[in-house]
């Protein structure tokens, strides 16, 4: 069954994207959230499409191999930040990050012990960047 829906949203991420296609640079953004958001989560999480050489890209984002969230982020003009918020146990968690249209994948550890406010930025060069802070991220 996974590999169903594996291959069904390999058709149709490329499909989506092209539909949406005729709306890029207006900022929009569809995205499904498979986790539950919080409202006073303890991991706030920023999603961007920094890339002008791919202005619409799909991210899936796993944290704990569990899927967290899946969409087609449009490039805009740069400052196009999509604000999740999650609830996750103090310790070590994994977050792993993939873009079929844009050619990267990232994995990274990361510790909770208090609110913490991560970034993930799909760049120009087919990677992503991840930065974590322990105070709201300031975008510009």
């Not at 977050?95 to 510790?111: D, M, P, W, Y």
């Not at 799909?122 to 709201?136: A, M, P, Q």
Request: neutral net charge; glycine residues 8%; proline residues 1%.
């Amino acid at each position: 069954m996974k590999k169903i829906v594996i291959i069904v949203l390999i058709v149709l991420i490329p499909v989506i994207a092209y539909a949406v296609s005729i709306t890029v640079g207006s900022g929009l953004t569809v995205v499904n959230v498979t986790m539950k958001q919080t409202d006073n989560g303890n991991f706030a999480l920023a999603v961007s499409n920094q890339s002008f050489k791919t202005r619409l890209v799909d991210i899936t984002i796993h944290i704990d191999d569990k899927l967290a969230l899946q969409g087609i982020f449009d490039v805009a003009n740069q400052h196009n930040f999509q604000q999740f918020q999650f609830s996750l146990p103090n310790g070590t968690h994994k977050i792993n990050v993939e873009s079929i249209i844009g050619g990267a994948k990232l994995e990274k550890e990361f510790e909770i012990t208090s609110k913490q406010y991560v970034g993930i930025f799909c760049c120009d060069d087919s990677t992503f960047g991840f930065s974590i802070y322990n105070k709201r991220i300031g975008f510009q």
